[in-house]
């Protein structure tokens, strides 16, 4: 185990990483304010569109070109989906506790994606988009 997260941790792969999460954050970001300020739609409405809007570019995004992962696209899928159903609750919460202590929704959803991002990577690497090892007879 240590020795795999030892191997997850590249800069290049970090860079990717973060690069990808920049584009979906303004993708997520963008969208929230849109339906908050533009439409009117109750903030937990404007968070909800925002977040599920923005995973098809992240998924994509991350399973090609920050982690390589070909293949198995369905159980990468289903993992992914478990992960952002933890993020998205942790970021419904996160945003209600910071609109309840009057800080704002805006500085909730900077503070989610920062702690979601955190764990994202490991998780992606470690759970997500890991390439199953090769069986012992198959190395050579």
């Known amino acids: 185990m240590r020795q795999r997260i030892g ?53 994509l995004s991350n399973k090609y070109l920050t982690f390589g992962a070909r293949g198995m696209g369905h159980r990468q899928l289903v993992r992914y989906f478990v992960l952002l159903g933890f993020n998205y609750v942790a970021t419904l919460g996160i945003i209600a506790l910071t609109q309840r202590l009057g800080i704002g929704y805006q500085v909730g959803k900077v503070a989610a994606v920062a702690l979601t991002t955190a764990w994202n990577y490991l998780a992606y690497q470690l759970w997500v988009f890991r390439q199953p090892s090769p069986a012992p007879e198959d190395v050579r």
């Open 7 to 59: 191997s997850a941790i590249s800069l290049r792969r970090i860079a990717i990483y973060i690069g990808v999460g920049l584009v979906g954050f303004c993708l997520d970001f963008g969208l929230l304010l849109l339906f908050r300020e533009v439409v009117g739609t109750p903030v937990w409405v404007a968070a909800t569109i925002a977040f599920w809007g923005s995973l098809a570019v992240v998924f």
